[in-house]
């Protein structure tokens, strides 16, 4: 998956740019992404000293005061303008605890020389001789070596800075205080970027804005604070369109994004994170941290942020983990009885590449056990449970099997369990967590077994950097057509509601007709669209017949999908259900949604062209009702 660039800016110095910039970027180097620095606040370089805060080894201490960056490079370029911009001889991995591997390139040998030789480059005659292609190819290339390269750009508006901006970015971070001067001038700025980048014809997806509400006091001044992050909510509003979800979200993101003013990190450049391992809500790593698991969900899951800030995060670290991986790990859970038998799957499983993550062969021992598990439930991507006539009575297995579902519901990357039916086990071993999931049996062939899972597992995922999903509500019959709908979802082009377990299901129906019209309210609230995925039961059902209704008078896109040739986990197809829409009236006028019947009979077939698909169909939804 091709990396990310984002700019961080500001319009005025001194706002903590390289302080948030440098803080974010340690985290996301810490849980697992490959995450470059870019200095190019030529005037007023600090990445250097942000970095130099913390103890480095004495050859690393010397590059981050002696070696060349930008400059050098860009002068370079001037001697030997047909030359590619040599970026590796100016990009360094920091190898000091606690950074992560972090890698930097430096504004320039800050010598006394510095100022005088930055002067002497001339920018616009430096364009003319083809710096700016030169500098995109050079971003090409980082994207392939990096998931994010953070720029920390220089203030003022300068011609130089389009490409910063506008050009080169998925996504505009930029900071500004509680102060006219800063909030004008940055929305200025965001407003012009993201008006020179939809000119452009790139085929480099939309720009999108992050404002970021810095150094922002509330200890002593509660009552201005108030006015100003209100202010703030009203004036940045058309920066969160398109990706933010709802309008009513925009208060509770400002505010989960504004960095407070702490007085101790005031001192000097430090780095807060490294230095302060906690992360209490009241300190400045919890912000930080929001800000850096927004950018490892792509400004995504918004709806997840505000539910629950710490799943969020937890999640962001374990897409860190794997996001990038080509190979799809598994967690293989079994009951020592059945070792011979996981033995052998893991053997071959391995045998086609799939690493798996076996109890007696991954950790050491005398290793903490139970963290070592945890670490492994989260950095797996799939987990396989072997069921033998024992499984439901062993409750340790059923805890994992729980905490591995949890995540797998907040979780973008798709994740699946698959229970694997040991000969001769009759399916009623399979534990009540597990029902909902289609299963294999595993004989003596464990080749042919790990061949029919390896095709289970495949990554569906669509990896467009950046790209936001549509948020969709889906209306289906739950048992009916579950696996159906997590097809869909395992497509991952849109982003829907969350999917509940048949227990929490349960729970809510206990509520009565109340709870469950309030769950579907909750969960409509952040969607633009209503995708109805018709399986063989589900038109005219008391809740789908609700859901359309809903979703038509608060204005969301409705369309429907016949989904009934998809296979189901016993592999069965089911018959076509009716036209949901048909005769359907709101406030007496007529529900209108297109209805989408795939015209094809394998499922395969039927599947792919949903895939294809969906995202047309439901930007055509959408665009209907506005
Ligand atoms: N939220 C904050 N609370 C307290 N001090 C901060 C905060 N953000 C930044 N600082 C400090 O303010 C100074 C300037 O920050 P810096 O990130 O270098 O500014 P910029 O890059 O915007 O010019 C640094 O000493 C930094 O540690
Ligand atoms: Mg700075």
Redesign the pocket.
Known sequence: MAGSVITFY?YK????????LTNVGTLLARWGFKVLCIDF?LE?P?LAQFFGSVPQTPDAAEWLLEAPGLVEMVEAFKGDPWIPLDWQSYVRRLDAPGLGGIALMKAGRTDATYHRRLQQLSWPSLYQAGLGSQLERMFDELREEFDYVLIDARTGVTDFSGIITAQLPDVLAFLFTANEQSLDGSMHVARRAAEARNGLALDRSRLLLLPIP??FETQVEHRIALLWRERFVSELAEFYAGWAGPNDFIPKLVQATT?????Y??????LSVVEDESSDPLG?NFTLETLAALLAHRLGQTGLLLDSRDDFVAAAKRLARHGGAARRSVFLSYDHANTFAAEGLREALEKRGTPVFMDRHDIPSGAHFEAKLDAAIEASDHMLVLVGDRTRERRGQTADIRKFLRQAASDVRPRFVVPVLLEGTPPSAIPDVLRQYRTIELGIDFDGAARELAELLQPRLAETPFKVKRKCYLSFSYIHDLWRVQQIRNMGSVETQPILGHGSWETVRRGGDAAIAELIAENMRSKECLVVLVGAETTRRKWATYEIERAWREGLGVLAIHVHKLRDREGRQTRKGADPFEGLLVDGSPVVGRVYDPPFDDSRTVYEHIRKNIEGWISEAVAARQ
């Open positions: 500001s110095g001194g706002v903590g740019r390289s302080f948030a606040d007023a600090g810095a150094r960095i407070p003013y702490v007085p990190w005031s001192f000097g450049e430090r400045i």
